[in-house]
């Protein structure tokens, strides 16, 4: 009975160390998030918008080693290149839900050969922050169709290679405004 005993209690305490390495391997997962692009949105979806604004909402991981100095979105898809009001950009802590202060930014520039919008930041954006990016285009593309954006992001200023964190998708549809017209003058 003593064997059996001290066999049991030697598996108790096997299972319990177990238990523990996991759950702290749990904890540890849970604390070291990657960076991601949390959403992609606009205020308005109709082609040929005069006031929309598109926002990108990201998430600097806690497992990225330094804080996040520039972030480049860059319009892969879409038939028309969507142009913006640099100047009129902004970036604030949090999301449209629960916005925050904004990030004072050091520069924005738009590149419409390239088709990227570039944002440097006055002061780093250190891990763990969320923060979204505001943009005022011109005005929504003539033609209806998916619009997508490729975001990185950068740690230093010179740095050559970002992090891709994906595509941000804005779809824009053709509102039928002459359609409804028609229908107004009959």
């Avoid at 002061?123 to 923060?131: D, E, I, L, S």
């Avoid at 505001?134 to 200023?157: C, H, M, R, V, W």
């Amino acid at each position: 009975m003593g064997r059996r005993t001290r066999l049991i209690g030697l598996g108790m305490i096997a299972l319990t160390a177990t238990w523990l390495m996991c759950s702290q391997l749990v904890l540890l997962a849970q604390a070291t998030k990657p960076s991601r692009l949390i959403n992609a949105w606009t205020s308005q979806s109709s082609i040929r918008a005069w006031s929309a604004t598109y926002y990108f909402t990201i998430e600097v991981g806690t497992n990225t080693r330094n804080p996040v100095t520039k972030v480049v979105l860059n319009q892969y898809d879409g038939l028309d290149t969507i142009k913006f009001y640099v100047q009129q950009s902004e970036v604030f802590a949090g999301d449209r839900s629960n916005p925050g202060a904004r990030l004072p930014l050091q520069s924005v520039v738009a590149d419409p050969q390239t088709r990227t919008v570039t944002i440097q930041f006055e002061q780093p954006v250190p891990p763990g922050q969320r923060f979204t990016i505001a943009l005022n285009p011109t005005e929504n593309p003539d033609t209806a169709g998916i619009y997508q954006f490729g975001i990185t992001i950068f740690s230093q200023p010179e740095q050559q290679r970002g992090l891709f964190l994906g595509f941000g998708r804005l779809h824009f549809y053709d509102g039928g405004g002459s359609d409804l017209l028609l229908r107004w003058r009959r």
